[in-house]
Antibody
Framework: QITLKESGPTLVKPTQTLTLTCTFS??????????VAWIRQPPGKALEWLAL???????HYSPSLKTRLTITKDTSKNQVVLTMTNMDPVDTATYYC????????????WGQGTLVTVSS | QSALTQPASVSGSPGQSITISCTGT?????????VSWYQQHPGKAPKLMIY???NRPSGVSNRFSGSKSGKTASLTISGLQGEDEADYYC??????????FGTGTKVTVL
C-alpha cells in the first residue's frame, strides 16, 4: 500500500521561501524508474505540474517556474522536499506530491494535499 | 508552456456516453503516447483513470476509455453514472521532459 503525505507551513508571507516535505511509505525511491512529483492547484483552478525527482537523482522542473524551484530527496527518510523561493499571493494553492511508477508515465498515487496561503 | 485545452464543461444523462477532448501541440500530445486522465471530486486528490492514452489502472471501471488522434486526446465515459460527476484533467509528457495538465472539464450528470 503506497501512501504519501505532504507537510509544511499553511501560511507564508510574500517574498518568503516555501519548503514542503512529502513523506511516503510503501514505495522505494531506490527502485529503478520510480519518481516523486509535486503538483499544485490554486483554489478553483486547474492542476499545474511543478517538479519531479527520479530514483537516480535526475530532476525535472516546470519551465515556467524552474528558477524558483528545487526538489531533493532523502531516500533514507523516505522523503522528497520541494522549495519554492520568492512566494507571491498567486502561489496560493493546494500542493500535492505524487508517485510515478516505473515505466508508467503518469501519477498513480497522490497525497491528500496541503493548502498553502501566501499573504502578509 | 501552455496548458492543454479542454472544454470547460460537459454534461449528459445517466446511461449516456460523453467524450472530453484534450488538445495539445506537436511538443506534447502530438508527439508522445503519454497522455493520462485524472478524475477529481470536490475536496479530494486526483485519481488516475487512464494512462498511456488508453490503458486503465487496476480497479478503474471499463466504462472509461481513452484514445488519441494527432494533437487531440479524448476520454469517453460510457453508461454515465451519478458518481462520475467530477472534474477531469488530462496530462501529457512534453519534449522539455516536463508534464503539462489540461485546463480541466467539469462533468455534470443531468
Amino acid at each position: 500500500q503506497i501512501t504519501l503525505k505532504e507537510s509544511g507551513p499553511t501560511l507564508v508571507k510574500p517574498t518568503q521561501t516555501l519548503t514542503l516535505t512529502c513523506t511516503f511509505s510503501g514505495l522505494s525511491l531506490s527502485t529503478s524508474g520510480v519518481g516523486v512529483a509535486w503538483i499544485r492547484q490554486p483554489p478553483g483552478k486547474a492542476l499545474e505540474w511543478l517538479a519531479l525527482i527520479y530514483w537516480d537523482g535526475e530532476k525535472h522542473y516546470s519551465p515556467s517556474l524552474k528558477t524558483r524551484l528545487t526538489i531533493t530527496k532523502d531516500t533514507s527518510k523516505n522523503q522528497v522536499v520541494l522549495t519554492m523561493t520568492n512566494m507571491d499571493p498567486v502561489d496560493t494553492a493546494t500542493y500535492y506530491c505524487s508517485h510515478r511508477r516505473a515505466a508508467v508515465v503518469s501519477f498513480d498515487y497522490w497525497g491528500q494535499g496541503t493548502l498553502v496561503t501566501v499573504s502578509s | 508552456q501552455s496548458a492543454l485545452t479542454q472544454p470547460a464543461s460537459v454534461s449528459g444523462s445517466p446511461g449516456q456516453s460523453i467524450t472530453i477532448s484534450c488538445t495539445g501541440t506537436s511538443s506534447d500530445v502530438g508527439r508522445y503516447n503519454y497522455v493520462s486522465w485524472y478524475q477529481q471530486h470536490p475536496g479530494k486528490a486526483p485519481k488516475l483513470m487512464i494512462y498511456d492514452v488508453s490503458n486503465r489502472p487496476s480497479g478503474v471501471s471499463n466504462r472509461f476509455s481513452g484514445s488519441k488522434s494527432g494533437k487531440t486526446a479524448s476520454l469517453t465515459i460510457s453508461g454515465l453514472q451519478g458518481e462520475d460527476e467530477a472534474d477531469y484533467y488530462c496530462s501529457c509528457y512534453t519534449s522539455s521532459s516536463s508534464y503539462v495538465f489540461g485546463t480541466g472539464t467539469k462533468v455534470t450528470v443531468l
